[in-house]
């Protein structure tokens, strides 16, 4: 199972663009990258899921380099709503385990 | 994506009872999962629940004191067994379904007090 690096912990103001980066070394054929946000006393919500290159949607964008060795998550411009937890995940698209392994994620403040 | 209503959404328990909670899919799904998050942690993986079979448990995790029941593709449950109050916790399901955008998702949570 692919283990992941975040930030403990990263700070923000109202507005700007957020960019978290998640390393991932061992990442398989197979696997997918995954971001979550959570917030506290709620289960994950997904925000974003790729496999290579970029993938955008409403709230985020992913960036995943060639090597798909490490992902970058982009908030762009974050509100004071947006502090939450935020966790990279990688594995999921092999039916032997299919099980993920949370590592600590980061927590995004921001500030007004 | 799969839609997980997890009941009880919290509870108060006594030390030395039991509490079963469930996990409900509004479709089949592949893979169910349970975690445990203790408070300011990360999610704990705690076992893989298997349709018609025992659960597959994590290092740590054993059946005795987190039985986990599967019938079939779209319910489980876990008992939390003879509980203390280190149980305290917040226990999720998981689901993951190939192909699935996302593959995984996760229940609201319950959050256990163990008094």
């Known amino acids: 199972l692919a283990k992941t690096t975040q930030p403990i912990s990263m700070d923000s103001y109202e507005g700007q663009e957020v960019n978290i980066t998640c390393s991932h070394n061992?990442?398989?054929?197979?696997?997918?990258i995954t971001w979550y946000q959570q917030f506290p006393s709620q289960g994950p919500r997904f925000i974003i899921q790729?496999?290579?290159t970029k993938v955008t949607n409403e709230v985020a964008s992913l960036f995943i380099p060639a090597d798909r060795k490490s992902s970058t998550l982009s908030l762009p411009r974050v509100s004071l709503s947006d502090t939450a937890v935020y966790y990279c995940?990688?594995?999921?698209?092999?039916?032997?385990?299919?099980?993920?392994?949370f590592g600590q994620g980061t927590t995004l403040q921001v500030k007004p | 994506s799969a839609v997980i209503s997890q009941k009880p959404s919290r509870d108060i328990c006594q030390r030395g009872t039991s509490l079963t909670i469930q996990c409900q899919v509004d479709?089949?799904?592949?893979?169910m999962f349970w975690y445990r998050q203790q408070p300011g942690q990360s999610l704990t993986l705690i076992a893989t629940?298997?349709?018609?079979?025992?659960?597959?448990?994590e290092s740590g995790f054993v059946i005795d004191k987190f039985p986990i029941s599967r019938p079939n593709l779209t319910f489980s449950t876990l008992t939390v067994s003879n509980m203390s109050p280190e149980d305290s916790s917040i226990y999720l399901c998981?689901?993951?379904?190939?192909?699935?955008?996302?593959?995984?998702?996760f229940g609201s949570g319950t959050r256990l007090t163990v008094v």
């Open positions: 998981s689901v993951w379904d190939a192909g699935d955008t996302p593959l995984y998702t």
């Open positions: 061992n990442i398989a054929t197979n696997d997918y």
């Open positions: 790729g496999y290579k």
């Open positions: 995940l990688v594995g999921g698209s092999s039916g032997n385990t299919g099980k993920l392994i």
């Open positions: 479709s089949q799904v592949t893979m």
């Open positions: 629940a298997n349709q018609g079979s025992e659960a597959t448990y």
